[in-house]
């Protein structure tokens, strides 16, 4: 005699649902992808660099900004490369739509700014003045204006502070300069350089905790990270 096993009982089903799942295994399941899981800190944030803390990396990053500017200043030939490192820090702080928008035609015009910014006379746009090289590193604000911008971006938090937006601001002009035609990014990179420090004055100012808006926009940004 044979069992039958049409009469046996159906083994009962699972239905996974988020619905149904702690908050633990909901965030854990929202972070799954196609990429595999993404790595969070204690917090839930994003962890930049992955199982380094972020506190030894600001150090890190602090050395290799002495070490790059040392290097550029006492090498002609490498002092256009700090374009690139203030494009790096730029795309790292954007947000990812950001990013997406922006990443192509900064890359394309930071690459052009380098080539044009190569030892060699320049004639001052709108003259007949023809720049030294001496003389167009210290009027363009090389090595030293993109060095602070790229620091200031890295170390100073994404938003909600009226210093940051400045220096954006300034790294995006700055950047984009690269597309004008001739030389005329000497007068743009000029222009960045003497004013400054007036942005940045005017920043640090209206930041500070006994500035009204600056308590305003910290109330409006709670979770803005350093």
Not at 150 to 160: D, E, M
């Amino acid at each position: 005699m044979t069992n039958n096993q049409a009469n046996q009982p159906f083994e009962p089903f699972r239905v996974q649902s988020n619905l149904l799942q702690g908050p633990a295994q909901a965030a854990g399941a929202g972070n799954r992808g196609t990429d595999g899981p993404v790595k969070t800190a204690a917090g839930g944030t994003n962890v930049p660099f992955g199982n380094l803390d972020w506190n030894d990396a600001r150090w890190l990053a602090m050395v290799l900004f002495g070490v790059i500017y040392w290097i550029t200043e006492n090498d002609v030939l490498l002092r256009p490369m700090t374009i690139l490192v203030l494009l790096a820090c730029l795309l790292f702080r954007l947000e990812r739509r950001a990013r997406e928008i922006a990443g192509v035609p900064l890359t394309l015009a930071a690459i052009k700014l380098a080539y044009q910014m190569s030892p060699r006379a320049t004639m001052l746009s709108g003259t007949q003045v023809l720049l030294s090289e001496q003389f167009k590193a210290a009027m363009t604000g090389l090595p030293w204006v993109p060095m602070f911008l790229a620091a200031c971006i890295f170390y100073l938090p994404q938003k909600g502070t009226v210093t940051g937006t400045i220096v954006r601001a300034g790294a995006f002009a700055l950047l984009i300069s690269g597309l004008l035609p001739g030389n005329g990014y000497t007068v743009i990179l000029a222009m960045i350089q003497y004013t400054l420090f007036v942005g940045v004055l005017a920043g640090l100012i209206a930041d500070q905790p006994w500035n009204g808006a600056a308590q305003d926009v910290r109330r409006a940004v709670p979770s803005a990270q350093a």
